[in-house]
């Protein structure tokens, strides 16, 4: 098992609770946020009142800004959003030690560049060895101690064993794999979807069409992650189907309340409600992506189009529900 400390860099809600999973795991964690004055705050009040209130930090937990306390790190966490993910990895860049695991934990594809994360973090840090951690996680359940099971994989095997032996514990539940493609797809996609199934809520479809979407959406993230190299039991997994279960599922979920708003017409400018909607910067890499591959993915494109604001939501359902009834086993 690997050795402390634990280095978290990012202290919104998703690095707060990982913190906390991995104190409880028995490691010491320093968690770095990108703000000073964040930082003091979190470290006096013993609590994230800005991303994740209510929950009490571990007593193992420091919180600095002085990303200078990543020298030290054996393993490190990158827990920011996807389109800050480069930035943070660059500053990243001159501290770590060669061969340091970095657990990629933010679920998307760089809009600038349509990379996907394990990528952006080999560009900027070729001496790291990324990982990447994904599954079906809200940070109010993983910081309150609920059972959680997610999946880490790095295309060294030992690597990701080790590293989910050292932050799993028996409520935080990591299952490990060699399939970085299949993980991060699964993370990136499922919000997209969560959008799509928000956007049915919200315009009151009901729940047979949700399922509808689920299922029909869960076909088109198989076609992207097959014709993309990854293992299509990957995405049977946690992250993939068990994501998307989760977050299609609930409005405790960023994405699909973003998606909800759109469908009860609340502007694209307002939907989000200040908070991170990731599948909204990911869905036009997607399905860019996916069209340099041959693949297609409606309920994406569907999405893309509306959060760019080239298509009405009702449109798009429209689109949608008139494309032409094919037999199932063909668009698997
Ligand atoms: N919140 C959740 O339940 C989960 C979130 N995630 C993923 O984790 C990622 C982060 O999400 P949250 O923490 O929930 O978002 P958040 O909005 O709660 O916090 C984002 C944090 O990143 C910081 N940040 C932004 N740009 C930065 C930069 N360039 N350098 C350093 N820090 C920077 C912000 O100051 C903030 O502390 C997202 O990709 C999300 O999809 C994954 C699983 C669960
Ligand atoms: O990724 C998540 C749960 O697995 C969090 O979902 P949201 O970002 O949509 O809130």
């Known amino acids: 098992m690997m050795t402390d400390p634990v280095v978290i860099v990012g202290a919104g809600a998703w690095g707060t609770a990982l913190a906390n ?20 705050t979190m470290q006096a009040a013993r609590e994230n009142l800005r991303f994740l209130p209510g929950a009490p930090l571990h007593a193992a937990i420091t919180v600095t800004a002085d990303l200078g306390a990543t020298t030290a790190a054996r393993a490190l966490l990158l827990v920011v959003p996807a389109q800050a993910l480069r930035e943070a990895a660059r ?9 340091t695991p970095v657990v990629i934990c933010a679920k998307g594809i760089e809009r600038t560049s349509s990379r996907f994360m394990s990528d952006v973090v080999g560009e900027e840090l070729p001496a790291a060895v990324p990982a990447v951690l994904s599954g079906p996680s809200f940070a109010e359940d993983v910081v309150r101690g609920l059972p959680t099971a997610v999946v880490l994989a790095c295309a060294q095997e030992e690597t990701a064993r080790s590293l989910a032996a050292t932050l799993t514990s028996p409520t935080f539940r990591i299952y490990h794999g060699t399939d970085v493609r299949g993980v991060e797809i699964g993370g990136a996609a499922k919000n997209v979807l969560a959008i799509a199934c928000g956007i049915v ?6 729940e047979s069409a ?9 076909a088109e993230l198989m076609r992207f992650a097959r014709a993309l190299g990854a293992r299509p039991e990957t995405l049977m997994g946690l992250s993939g189907l068990g994501d998307l279960v989760l977050t299609c599922g609930s409005a405790k979920s960023r994405n699909f ?12 400018s307002e939907a989000s409600g200040g908070k991170l909607a990731e599948g909204a910067f990911t869905a036009a890499a997607l399905v ?3 069209g340099r591959h041959g693949v297609e993915m409606p309920i994406s494109e569907a999405v893309a189009a509306i959060v760019a604001g080239e298509v009405s939501v009702e449109a798009a359902i429209g689109a949608l529900l008139n494309r032409p009834i094919r037999a199932e086993h063909e668009i698997i």
């Open 21 to 40: 999973a991995a104190a409880q795991a028995g490691r010491f964690v320093t968690l770095v946020a990108r703000d000073p004055e964040h930082a003091g």
């Open 91 to 99: 500053g990243l860049a001159h501290r770590l030690a060669p061969g």
């Open 201 to 206: 809520m919200g315009c009151g479809l009901g």
């Open 210 to 218: 949700r399922a509808a979407m689920v299922a029909r959406g869960f």
């Open 257 to 268: 309340a973003f998606g909800e708003a759109l469908g009860r017409g609340v502007p694209l």
């Open 288 to 290: 860019a992506m996916a």
